[in-house]
């Protein structure tokens, strides 16, 4: 009979948490080799926002630039950084086509479970006993892709929830045209 696959003795009973567990080393190696070829523009951007999360800050950090420039190059090195501590870091999109250059990124719609068909007085299906709601408990960041392309009321809505959820997570959007301290 071949031996079992996997440590089932240490597996984590919520799959959505258990699916946040990441190669430590693998994560460091690749945050080297990133960041040794930054910009100083980006190099400045990811030490103000791991300054943010080592802090506890709960900032909301706009990150805005031409095409090209390497936005999603810094959110990806970001979130290796913020994995590679053992922390929780989420990415998403309004599309699924941007979702994909994201690491483990996903549509906002799926991941936080805003309703197609939205307007003022809607709610998200985030339930307190959902998998989800442990997930966004423990998150540090969330990296939002494409932000002013998304409903108005799909954002008011993600951010109030997540208020209740926690007070030290930090939103990074991408391209936005200003930019708020």
């Known amino acids: 009979m071949s031996l079992p696959q996997q440590q089932w003795a240490h597996r984590i009973p919520n799959p959505l948490l258990q699916a946040e567990q990441y190669n430590v080393n693998k994560m460091a190696t690749l945050v080297d080799e990133q960041r040794a070829i930054f ?15 080592t802090n506890n800050q709960g900032h909301l950090f706009f990150i805005h630039v031409a095409g090209s420039c390497g936005k999603t190059f ?14 929780i870091a989420l990415c998403v999109a ?11 990124g996903r549509t906002s719609h799926s ?15 985030l339930k307190h006993n959902s998998y989800m ?16 392309m998304q409903h108005k009321y799909d954002i008011d809505q993600y951010l109030r929830d997540l208020l209740e959820v926690s007070d030290h997570l930090h939103l990074i959007a991408l ?6 301290e």
């Open 133 to 148: 709601f442990p997930v966004l408990q423990q998150t540090k960041v969330i990296i939002w892709d494409k932000v002013p």
């Open 111 to 125: 991941r936080f479970k805003i309703p197609l068909s939205i307007h003022e007085d809607s709610v998200a299906g």
């Open 39 to 53: 910009n100083p523009d980006q190099a400045a951007a990811f030490d103000a926002v791991l300054e943010s999360i």
């Open 74 to 87: 810094l959110c990806n090195t970001i979130v290796a950084e913020v994995r590679r501590r053992g922390q």
């Open 175 to 180: 391209k936005l045209t200003y930019y708020i």
């Open 94 to 104: 309004l599309s699924g086509i941007t979702a994909l250059l994201l690491d483990r």
